[in-house]
């Protein structure tokens, strides 16, 4: 059987890096890594689904840094900042009860291609379904998006009592390639849960951006550009001869005899007149 794994947390230190920034020995690892926990499950809750894409996370000293990734910036901040202020005053209570020192700042950052982002995917066909919308129709809007996008590729896969069936049953769809097994594939993961009526239906989408290069790969690109904008250079100097364009001085050209070009006359007058001279 194959082994599943998740798809960011293998390209995590190739292509990705970590939602959370900070370094903790033993003593503190493991409450600063609960806390996260209840930072983004309160953010989640508050937001609800379809507007918070990913959340991190960076600490220093006392100071906890919340970097909020969203479709609708306006749904977070709220009125004149009204909204980001009652969040920051929540966070702050909540990290306080560890360390009363602590201080957090809440930053909003706009997610500019939401059709792209396999989390907003997933929980708006998360959404869609809680609707009583057909589960085909709501993954085969979000496929013609990912297309219209430019996308290379999206799975999605949705499982669970679909349609209100007596039988649980999972169905899927995808269009263009997902390479799963090559790391330096930028592919999205995203996952969302429907809780309908008849229960609760998962939601996972796989979506495939392009590739991305490691950096060592991407120097050795640019150096090669780099030489070869240096022998373009070399080349403009004029260091070659030109070329002539008469092609051979007097001599007449191919196009010039075929026709009968008077350019030609002079030379055949100069051939003839001595052996007319000799005649005479």
Do not use: C
Request: proline share 4%; glycine share 10%.
């Amino acid at each position: 059987m194959g082994q599943k794994i998740h798809p960011v947390g293998l390209r995590v230190g190739v292509i990705r890096g970590f939602d959370s920034h900070w370094y903790y020995g033993k003593k503190g690892y493991a409450a600063a890594l609960l806390q996260d926990h209840r930072i983004r499950r309160y953010i989640k809750n508050r937001t609800g689904l379809g507007n918070v894409s990913r959340i991190e996370i960076e600490r220093a000293a006392n100071r906890v840094k919340v970097n909020i990734f969203t479709a609708r910036p306006g749904a977070i901040i709220g009125r004149g900042g009204k909204g980001i202020d009652e969040l920051t005053d929540t966070l702050n209570r909540v990290v306080r009860l560890q360390d009363p020192t602590m201080v957090v700042q809440v930053n909003v950052t706009e997610v500019r291609q939401p059709e792209l982002d396999a989390q907003l995917v997933a929980e708006n066909i998360a959404v869609q379904l809680e609707k009583r919308i057909s589960h085909r129709r709501a993954m085969r809007q979000a496929m013609t998006r990912v297309q219209r996008m430019n996308g290379r590729g999206i799975k999605v896969l949705v499982a669970g009592r679909l349609n209100g069936s007596e039988i649980a049953r999972s169905e899927g769809d995808k269009f263009g390639k997902i390479p799963l097994h090559t790391i330096r594939a930028d592919i999205d993961y995203g996952q969302a849960t429907a809780h309908t009526v008849y229960g609760s239906v998962g939601v996972k989408v796989w979506i495939y951006k392009g590739e991305v290069l490691p950096d060592r790969r991407l120097r050795e690109i640019e150096a090669a550009r780099e030489e070869q904008r240096g022998r373009g250079d070399r080349n403009d100097r004029g260091d070659r001869r030109p070329r002539r364009d008469d092609r051979g001085g007097d001599r007449p050209r191919r196009d010039d005899r075929a026709f009968g070009n008077t350019n030609a006359a002079p030379a055949e007058a100069a051939a003839t007149t001595p052996t007319e001279g000799a005649q005479a």
